[in-house]
């Protein structure tokens, strides 16, 4: 008769996971960290739009390409975090300036990285630590509500505890809110505490722990329009200024606002109309 404690030990040893082994990182430049199971896809074609196409955000992207290619010739870099108005860019030029670097001659790999993934993010560095690639961790609308905890997980990523931060690992991020977390959140916080600035410390001082911190602000009509003109002249679509901008003015006015997002919108629909497909 097996002995309980064998059967135990049995079934553990099924249910424990195997050591995750390191992908071919030379397999593709681009890759996006799963859970359940844990593991590194490579993806083939990362969906982006050249750096050329990004209009109005010149200061943000001239600092993080500098930024970017410091890390990639294996010089001093800083984590960032790019945040404000939605849909003007921020992940797009991350991926952008990731092509850009390519482009360059310089081997670095992006890898993505889901909010909700984070408190794996220990033994996603492990495996990127152990490689001789540089990587730039990418995690993408990240924000926390009051009760959310993932956070602690993000201070390990930027501090890295007391083996520090493994110097082939940069991390951009990218969100609505400059302190990653609601403003009423905060001031609730503020009044409520026994000790306003210590309750607010603590989660606030996340965002200090990005070196870069580059904003992002609502497009004026001007440039909502030249985004839509650069967009025609890279597909090759072909329409008049006065056509255009009494269109695009009119699709910014049916949804309320007007950023890149919506430029982009606006042009996929203009494409489609005119029977023109996109490029990748």
Known sequence: ?????????????????????????????????????????????????????????????????????QFARGLPANNALLWGARGMGKSSLVKAIHAEVLRQGLPLKIVELQREDLPTVGRLMEILAASDHRFLLFCDDLSFSHDDEHYKSLKAVLDGGIAGRPENVLLYATSNRRHLMPRDMIENERGSAINPSEAVEEKVSLSDRFGLWLGFHACDQDSYLAMIRGYCDAHGVEIDDATLRAEAIEWQATRGSRSGRVAWQYFTDLAGRRGVALRA
């Open 1 to 69: 008769m097996t002995d309980p404690l064998d059967r135990i030990a049995a079934a553990l040893e099924r249910m424990a996971p195997a050591p995750l082994a390191a992908p071919d990182f030379d397999a593709a430049d681009a890759f996006v960290w799963h859970v359940a199971p844990e593991r590194l896809s490579p993806v083939g074609k990362v969906n982006r739009v050249g750096l050329e196409l990004l209009v109005g955000i010149d200061r943000s992207r001239d600092t993080l390409l500098a930024n970017t290619l």
